[in-house]
């Protein structure tokens, strides 16, 4: 048998804000098949909901399984430090799945899962260095050298803890300004409630608005994402990347709040593009991330 076969899959498992998606992936990032489920966020729950979807996406020959989680993972160990709203921090989750499936499990942050199937399928260009930040309920972040995980020490990629001002809310993080804190899914909500515009205006609606020349719309947008300009620029200037992916449940919205900004006399050019893969980025990702295993 070779030692690389181009042609074997992977397991990937992307676990969502609300949904589990398991599916089988091939070294193109083809979905071979999946399964999608509402997520049970109780751990016991969880784990056997896990295990199950694996068990029935699995295929005799079947030797990976590459896991996509919220919140902070040590990769190289496969620890899960935290998971955001799932109580699964600490357990060897790996392990488990290792025992049950007899799959070598690899764990790593939904963003990084996302970042590696948007260099490898959407661009079809690893490229040296891109980097993923995520806007959704908080902001994330991922970053990929040539391909491959980077992780710095272990947490590489908190981008949502750029610092961007001297004031503003106070952070998860325990700290003032950082970019989390003005340019999230929940900032963005936050903005609309306090320019008087019902609850559930959605970002499209201030869009619209703004071209119609709603200066109020057009000031919520500017205030949402004038602080991740901000940040992006940061990151430009820190590490030059080839490219900067906005995903997260509002990636596109922030990607087009971003183009409508004045111009702020920076020479700093962000290669920034949304996300091309939409819910699919962090399975393929993640079955992607499995195969990876062989070279390491
Ligand atoms: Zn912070």
Redesign the pocket.
């Known amino acids: 048998m070779p030692a690389r076969q181009q042609t074997e899959a992977a397991i990937g498992v992307d676990v969502g804000g609300t949904r589990i998606r398991a599916g089988r992936i091939d070294a193109s990032g083809r979905i071979l098949d999946r399964i999608i489920e509402p997520v049970v966020s109780n751990q016991e729950g969880f784990v056997s909901q896990i295990l199950r979807m694996i068990s029935t996406v699995q295929r005799p020959g079947d030797r990976r399984v590459g896991v996509g989680l919220p919140g902070r993972v040590r990769a190289r160990s496969n620890e899960i430090i935290s998971a955001g709203y799932l109580d699964i921090a600490g357990i060897d989750l790996a392990t488990g799945i290792e025992r049950q499936t007899g799959l070598s499990a690899r764990l790593d942050n939904d963003a990084m899962m996302a970042l590696l199937a948007e260099v490898h399928v959407a661009d079809a260009d690893d490229g040296d260095l891109a980097l993923m930040v995520t806007v959704g309920t908080g902001i994330g972040g991922a970053i990929a050298l040539a391909g491959k995980p980077w992780h710095g020490g272990d947490f590489a990629g908190?981008f949502?803890?750029i610092?961007v001002s001297e004031t503003g809310p106070i952070?998860?993080?325990?700290?003032t300004?950082?970019?989390?804190?003005f340019s999230s899914g929940t900032a963005l909500a936050r903005l609309i409630k306090e320019a008087g515009f019902p609850e559930d205006t959605r970002a499209e609606t201030l869009f619209c608005m703004a071209e119609q020349e709603d200066s109020t719309a057009r000031a919520v947008l500017q205030t949402w994402a004038g602080p991740m300009q901000r940040a992006l620029q940061t990151l430009v200037a820190v590490v030059d990347p080839d490219r900067i992916v906005i995903g997260g449940g509002l990636g596109a919205e922030m990607c087009r709040a971003l183009h409508v900004l004045p111009e702020n006399g920076s020479w700093f050019s962000t290669p920034i593009r949304p996300a091309k893969l939409g819910d699919d980025a962090g399975v393929i990702g993640a079955g992607l991330h499995a195969l990876q295993e062989e070279n390491v």
């Open positions: 908190q949502g803890h610092v952070c998860n993080c325990g700290r300004g950082c970019v989390e804190t």
